[in-house]
């Protein structure tokens, strides 16, 4: 593009460039009119608008591995930029690889977005870097960058020594029990990720029981994406252990695996002690005061087949939870047996304020009461049967 910039463009008053600058966007500034030249550099530079950029969008192949090239030369120079989404432009390893490499100089950027690009092993090693180095990055997404196994382990294996990200997307990557496991191990050294999405991968019992073993000791991870992969009862059983322990998951999210009737009711069952617990309390000369730490207030657990059976069970632990206020059950195959319990469960518990689940083949009888529970807990305030 800069290539393609006329010569008469270069000689232009500088008034008559920034009226030009005021007509394009702030990516086009950057990849096509930036770095053309020395003079040009200077006029965009001073130019006011291009100074106080901080979010800058180049969503869906406006950008490739030359504007990306140009990006990371930006991020490496004083700059006010905090928030860098270039999703969905299939960058090449060797755009995404000098972007990671800028990263390691960067002191502004907080939100960083790479979604559909190409990273694989070679350009994770070079992100494991940066997170070692990097002191502002909070949040990164890495959905669908072909990490595998080999890449989870080296983005995972930074997060021992990184302190500032807080929010991690590596959804869609393929990753089975050795980058779990990775992950895992790393949950039991980092002390600032909350947010931790991996689902869509390939993470078995084995795996699952890894990630599971870590959260019994992990004091900061909120929410956990698990949905869409391989995890089966063992790994649902080894969750439920961790529950038991863990102070800090608030959202859970294990949907379309296989947990079935046995998962989901040892799961439920772990739930059914889960309470506000007190912190250790303290003290001043003056007052004593106690904190509280909520312990799982959303649990995702559509499609995985657990029918009646797994309904029965979760509808005898509502009554007893004290902190769950979402609960999703859709595609359960729940019919009339598992929606009578639930429909009973509702008039007990106090805490519950969205519900999402749809019946299979009830009768008239069962929705209607279901309904009219409904209109008696006023605190539900969605619910899909």
Same mark, same amino acid.
Request: glycine share 4%; hydrophobic share 40%.
């Given at each position: ?15 008559? +460039? ?19 030249? %020395? ?6 530079? /001073? ?10 969008? !180049?969503?869906?192949?406006?950008? !490739? ?24 432009? !299939? ?19 907080? @939100? ?68 779990? @496991? ?11 990720? @909350? ?11 084995? !795996? ?5 073993? /870590? ?40 949907? +379309? ?85 639930? %429909? ?6 106090? %805490? ?34």
């Amino acid at each position: 593009m800069a290539n393609s910039t006329s010569s008469s463009l270069l000689k232009l008053p500088v008034e008559l +460039v920034y009226r030009i600058l005021e007509n394009l966007d702030y990516l086009t500034i950057l990849c096509s009119v930036h770095n053309v030249c %020395t003079r040009l550099n200077m006029i965009t530079d /001073a130019y006011p608008a291009y100074k106080t950029v901080t979010t800058l969008v !180049g969503r869906d192949h406006r950008v !490739g591995d030359e504007e990306a090239a140009r990006i990371a030369s930006i991020l490496q120079q004083k700059t006010v930029l905090t928030t860098l989404d270039l999703r969905n432009n !299939g960058i090449s390893v060797e755009g995404t690889k000098q972007i990671a490499d800028a990263l390691q100089h960067n002191e502004t950027l907080t @939100t960083l977005d790479l979604c559909w690009s190409q990273i694989g092993v070679d350009g994770a090693r070079r992100f494991a870097d940066a997170l070692r180095h990097n002191k502002t990055l909070t949040t990164l997404h890495l959905r669908d960058t072909g990490l595998g196994d080999e890449g989870a382990a080296l983005i995972a294996d930074a997060l021992k020594h990184n302190t500032t990200l807080i929010t991690l997307n590596l959804r869609y990557n393929r990753i089975g029990a050795v980058g779990a @496991t990775g992950i895992a191990d790393a949950l039991k050294h980092n002390t600032t990720l @909350t947010t931790l999405d991996l689902s869509v991968n390939a993470i078995d019992d084995d !795996g699952a029981t890894q990630i599971a073993d /870590a959260l019994k000791t992990n004091k900061t991870l909120t929410t956990l994406d698990l949905r869409s992969n391989e995890i089966d009862v063992d790994g649902a059983s080894r969750m439920a252990d961790a529950l038991q322990e863990n102070t800090t998951l608030r959202m859970l999210d294990l949907s +379309v695996n296989v947990i079935g009737v046995e998962g989901a009711t040892k799961i439920i069952n772990a739930l059914k002690d889960n309470k506000v617990i007190p912190n250790q309390c303290s003290t001043t000369v003056f007052y004593f005061s106690f904190f509280f730490t909520q312990t799982l207030t959303t649990l995702i657990l559509a499609n995985n087949h657990i029918g009646n059976e797994g309904a029965t069970e979760i509808a005898n632990a509502l009554p007893h939870n004290k902190t769950l206020t979402t609960l999703d059950l859709t595609n359960n195959r729940i019919r009339n047996e598992g929606a009578r319990c639930i %429909t009973d469960a509702l008039q007990h518990n106090t %805490t519950l304020t969205k519900l999402n689940l749809n019946f299979e083949n009830v009768t008239d009888d069962i929705r209607n009461q279901f309904e009219e529970r409904l209109r008696q807990n006023q605190q539900l305030e969605m619910a899909v049967c």
